[in-house]
């Protein structure tokens, strides 16, 4: 652990649980690797929309999102399926499986991988199977950032108490966060760390090139059936729905930012919403009890005195939105949702940032010498300016360099490179 004296970057004045950090951190240290695996998981988020219309197809809609996972149902485990309330709502098998989000986005999540290839051949088993059914039912899965037609009011929350809840919390504080819940699709990649030191280093480094690399990965035609009139659409909606929760991690450029900074500052956010369902000490009460909205309360008020459970655990880190989120594993979430072509080109590209020794090293560098500052700075300049943008004072054409690809829409990133030209 991170034994350097720290500054905390919890909410002032919130109460913080100490078993609750130390069950935080015994999670955080259960994902390091120190023998190096260099696995990756992906998440690819897919929008839903009919035949001829092009309008977003919800969940319960005769032939639509519940008839297609009712379909789907004989390719997958049935010991792993997700069932709330009578319906279904998530599948499962090795090496994949299919989740909803709030506006009935249905997500494949995929690995662990070891080479690009693997996503290919995985997901085109997925759409072997799912496209039949599709043409079927008369709608189809695309890969953009926000709905193509239809407007965030016009679309159903999937029946899923944690949706309404989210749905409850998100109305009532920042902006764009019902266009979020229900209108946007995302592709996410996850990877490993060693120990705590290299967990912060990936996520300062994520953090800094995140929103570059999204331009050149972006994929977000619309917004309310318009023209999308912003660079990074994604980036907008995060950074707008609840700012106590998302944007950048307070204090992760702070030389002495370790896991417990981390673990204090989710741990003092009001919850958004509380899920007590697998709390023991919650038993016999209503569903009503175990499961509702937290606009003031935090983990504290909410989970008892005790170290907290594996579940309770990832639930408290799922309702911060961090453009770059620790788990037991580092998440990066900055892309929108990518047709599989271009899923596997983000997939070499994060690669080559934090598996290739040279430039993971290079990197490291780079963002030893920025600050939380510089990072806002570059990410309102990309969201300003677009791909004429400079962030840290570079042009994007020697971003486009540094980071492998061989153009400004990322259409074939190229060899690794390594970025001596942004040392400073």
């Known amino acids: 652990m991170n034994t350097t004296p720290r500054v905390s970057y919890a909410h002032v004045g919130a109460k913080v649980n100490s078993k609750h950090v130390d069950s935080l951190l015994r999670f955080f240290e259960s994902g390091a690797k120190p023998e190096r695996d260099d696995g990756y998981g992906v998440e690819i988020e897919h929008l839903p929309v009919r035949n001829g219309s092009d309008r977003a197809v919800s969940y319960a809609e005769t032939d639509g999102i519940e008839t297609l996972l009712q379909r789907l149902r004989p390719y997958y485990d049935p010991d792993k399926e997700f069932v709330e309330d009578g319906h279904l709502l998530g599948l499962a098998r090795k090496g994949i499986s299919l989740s909803l989000e709030p506006g009935?986005?249905?997500?494949?999540?995929?690995?662990?991988?070891?080479?690009?290839?693997?996503?290919?051949?995985?997901?085109?088993?997925?759409?072997?199977?799912?496209?039949?059914?599709?043409?079927?039912?008369?709608?189809?899965?695309?890969?953009?950032?926000?709905?193509?037609?239809?407007?965030?009011?016009?679309?159903?929350?999937?029946?899923?108490?944690?949706?309404?809840?989210?749905?409850?919390?998100?109305?009532?504080?920042?902006?764009?966060?019902?266009?979020?819940?229900?209108?946007?699709?995302?592709?996410?990649?996850?990877?490993?760390?060693?120990?705590?030191?290299?967990?912060?280093?990936?996520?300062?480094?994520?953090?800094?090139?995140g929103p570059i690399i999204s331009m050149f990965f972006r994929n977000s035609p619309y917004f309310e059936g318009a023209p999308n009139p912003f660079p990074l659409l994604r980036q907008r909606m995060w950074d707008k729905a609840d700012p106590q929760r998302t944007g950048i991690t307070p204090g992760l450029f702070d030389p002495r930012f370790g896991w417990e900074d981390y673990a204090r500052d989710v741990l003092a956010t009001p919850m958004m919403f509380a899920d007590l369902t697998h709390t023991p000490e919650a038993a016999g009460l209503s569903e009503d009890e175990?499961?509702?909205?937290?606009?003031?309360?935090?983990?504290?008020?909410?989970?008892?005195?005790?170290?907290?459970?594996?579940?309770?655990?990832?639930?408290i880190l799922s309702t911060h939105f961090n453009d770059v989120r620790l788990k037991n594993f580092v998440e990066l979430r900055h892309w929108d949702s990518l047709p599989i072509e271009r899923a596997e080109l983000l997939t070499q590209t994060v690669k080559n940032v934090f598996y290739d020794d040279a430039n993971f090293a290079q990197w490291k560098t780079f963002v030893e010498g920025i600050s939380i500052v510089d990072v806002e700075l570059a990410k309102d300049d990309l969201q300003t300016r677009g791909i004429e943008a400079q962030p840290f004072g570079k042009p994007m054409d020697k971003w486009r360099d540094a980071l492998g690809l061989e153009d400004t829409q990322a259409d074939i990133p190229g060899d690794p490179v390594h970025p001596e030209v942004f040392q400073k």
């Open 104 to 209: 009935g986005q249905l997500e494949t999540s995929i690995g662990v991988l070891h080479a690009p290839q693997e996503l290919l051949d995985i997901y085109a088993t997925f759409r072997s199977e799912v496209n039949p059914i599709l043409d079927d039912l008369g709608f189809r899965l695309i890969n953009y950032g926000y709905q193509p037609i239809t407007g965030f009011v016009d679309v159903p929350l999937n029946p899923k108490r944690r949706y309404a809840a989210m749905n409850e919390y998100l109305g009532h504080v920042g902006s764009y966060g019902l266009c979020m819940m229900r209108c946007s699709a995302s592709t996410q990649v996850s990877i490993d760390y060693s120990d705590e030191a290299d967990a912060v280093a990936k996520m300062r480094i994520g953090t800094a090139l």
């Open 290 to 315: 175990q499961e509702f909205v937290a606009f003031r309360r935090n983990a504290a008020d909410i989970y008892p005195d005790r170290e907290l459970n594996t579940y309770e655990i990832s639930h």
